[in-house]
């Protein structure tokens, strides 16, 4: 299967991340090979981080897992659409989501349209946030 999945030139692809349930979005973060076959092996999301260049199982820190119930590629074989059930929360700013924010363009400005499930000062203790 994934000799068919086509990686940009740094090995890596966009995994969209979404509840199987409710399809709320959750997250995006990007996948290189490794991590796509771990994810298929484990049943967990396992990603590249662009910025620490290291593979991570999503919720390793916080234990906020998501454990997969499908995934999709779109027709052009580049961009991955993960169902997930997510435990507690993807964003690790505390909300469900990482899609919290919203454009106001009327007013140019922000809204927060989630809600806090959880307090990251608590989970993420050696980390800047």
Known sequence: MVDILKFDKDGL????????QTQEVL????????????????GKTHFWSRSRKKMWLKGEESGHIQHVK??????DSDTLLIKVRQECAACHEGYKSCFFRKADVEKDG????????FDPEKIYRNRDL
């Open 13 to 20: 692809m966009p995994a969209i991340v979404q509840d199987y």
């Open 110 to 117: 922000i809204d927060i349209v989630g809600e806090k499930v």
């Open 70 to 75: 499908d995934i999709f590629f779109d027709c």
């Open 27 to 42: 997250m995006l973060a990007y996948m290189n090979k490794e991590a796509f076959e771990k994810t298929i092996q484990t």
